[in-house]
């Protein structure tokens, strides 16, 4: 997939986000570990509001670059992913989001840029499995790799103080949490591999290729990005002003008590009807509402240099 031609130095292309603010001068540090490993010349490709990534990976493919680096945050990256997801070239990280999920979960030090972008041009590879979501309203297919979800944790994207996340980070969802707590649930039917396992009201589903979300918090413990299996978490307060206790015991507890206000399953695709619209996000990023969705796993499509 790579057009270089052998006698060339390699090249890097790097697609930044310039709306994240980042302490360190990126061109600086690109050049100097192209030089230091023996590349060429970065490409350099920003987003825009209207273009958050799919088509400058593409134009990356298209002026042969040899890995394509996402500098920005986990909606970079996914955008990124989805257009690499499925070829030979690798994704490497410059991890300059609030909340760097794939990369925390990939086990990488977010504050390291020095040790990120060494890592993107000279480290070992490895393949993650990556989800690819189809929605029937609208009608579009899209990937994720950490997590996405309908109802409560979709509206808490959706309804974050875009001023308060500038000041104190990850902080901010659990504003818009608590704020959000109360809400009524939405029927649903969700079907795991073709299997009926919840027809009921539910308050969120979540869908997880990985463990950890914002705050080191570990929504799927038994999570793996490289293990075929989709991760889906229903959750269902009981009503009353303490409802929401219950979830938190059953997500102490891991879903393993008799208590239905929360239940983990897995599998490799996983069906979710409602009964009426309700917000809905991939990987951090809120993206409208929806009423069907059905996300099938896609293993080992993405390989990340790091």
Same mark, same amino acid.
């Given at each position: 997939?790579?057009?270089? =031609?052998?006698?060339?130095?390699?090249?890097?292309? &790097?697609?930044?986000?310039?709306?994240?603010?980042?302490?360190?001068? %990126?061109?600086?540090?690109?050049?100097?570990?192209?030089?230091? =490993?023996?590349?060429? *010349?970065?490409?350099? $490709?920003? @987003?825009?509001?209207?273009?958050?990534?799919?088509?400058?990976?593409?134009?990356?493919?298209?002026?042969?670059?040899?890995?394509?680096?996402?500098?920005? +945050?986990?909606?970079?990256?996914?955008?990124?992913?989805?257009?690499?997801?499925?070829?030979?070239?690798?994704?490497?990280? !410059?991890?300059?989001?609030?909340?760097? $999920?794939?990369?925390?979960?990939?086990?990488?030090?977010?504050?390291?840029?020095?040790?990120?972008?060494?890592?993107?041009?000279?480290?070992?590879?490895?393949?993650?499995? %990556?989800?690819?979501?189809?929605?029937?309203?609208?009608?579009?297919?899209?990937?994720?790799?950490?997590?996405?979800?309908?109802?409560?944790?979709?509206?808490?994207?959706?309804?974050?103080?875009?001023? !308060?996340?500038?000041?104190?980070?990850?902080?901010?969802?659990?504003?818009? /949490?608590?704020?959000?707590?109360?809400?009524?649930?939405?029927?649903?039917? &969700? @079907?795991?591999?073709?299997?009926?396992?919840?027809? #009921?009201? &539910?308050?969120?589903?979540?869908? +997880?290729?990985?463990?950890?979300?914002?705050?080191? $918090?570990?929504?799927?413990?038994?999570?793996?990005?490289?293990? +075929?299996?989709?991760?889906?978490?229903? $959750?269902?307060?009981?009503?009353?002003?303490?409802?929401?206790?219950?979830?938190?015991?059953?997500? &102490?507890?891991?879903?393993?008590?008799?208590?239905?206000?929360?239940?983990?399953?897995?599998?490799?695709?996983? *069906?979710?009807?409602?009964?009426? =619209?309700?917000?809905?996000?991939?990987?951090?990023?809120?993206?409208?509402?929806? #009423?069907?969705?059905?996300?099938?796993?896609?293993? /080992?499509?993405?390989?990340? #240099?790091?």
């Amino acid at each position: 997939m790579t057009a270089s =031609n052998s006698n060339d130095l390699k090249r890097p292309a &790097i697609i930044i986000n310039p709306a994240k603010p980042v302490e360190v001068d %990126v061109k600086a540090l690109a050049a100097k570990h192209c030089s230091e =490993n023996g590349w060429g *010349e970065p490409i350099w $490709l920003e @987003t825009t509001k209207d273009d958050p990534g799919v088509g400058q990976a593409k134009e990356a493919l298209k002026q042969g670059a040899d890995v394509v680096i996402a500098a920005g +945050g986990d909606g970079t990256v996914r955008c990124v992913a989805e257009v690499l997801a499925g070829g030979d070239v690798p994704m490497g990280l !410059l991890p300059f989001g609030t909340g760097n $999920l794939l990369a925390r979960n990939l086990g990488m030090d977010v504050t390291d840029f020095d040790g990120a972008m060494a890592g993107a041009l000279a480290g070992t590879e490895r393949k993650i499995d %990556v989800v690819r979501a189809r929605r029937k309203d609208p009608d579009k297919e899209q990937l994720f790799l950490v997590m996405a979800g309908v109802g409560y944790d979709a509206t808490i994207m959706a309804d974050t103080n875009e001023d !308060l996340k500038d000041k104190v980070g990850w902080l901010a969802y659990v504003d818009a /949490g608590i704020r959000n707590l109360p809400g009524k649930p939405v029927r649903a039917t &969700i @079907t795991v591999d073709g299997n009926e396992v919840v027809h #009921r009201g &539910i308050r969120s589903v979540m869908v +997880g290729n990985c463990g950890k979300v914002q705050g080191g $918090l570990e929504i799927f413990p038994d999570a793996k990005m490289d293990d +075929g299996l989709l991760d889906v978490a229903v $959750l269902a307060p009981h009503h009353g002003k303490f409802g929401w206790l219950s979830v938190i015991a059953g997500m &102490i507890g891991k879903g393993r008590g008799k208590d239905t206000a929360v239940e983990y399953f897995q599998g490799k695709s996983v *069906e979710i009807t409602l009964e009426h =619209n309700d917000d809905y996000q991939l990987d951090g990023d809120h993206d409208g509402e929806g #009423r069907h969705v059905l996300m099938t796993m896609d293993p /080992g499509a993405l390989t990340i #240099r790091m």
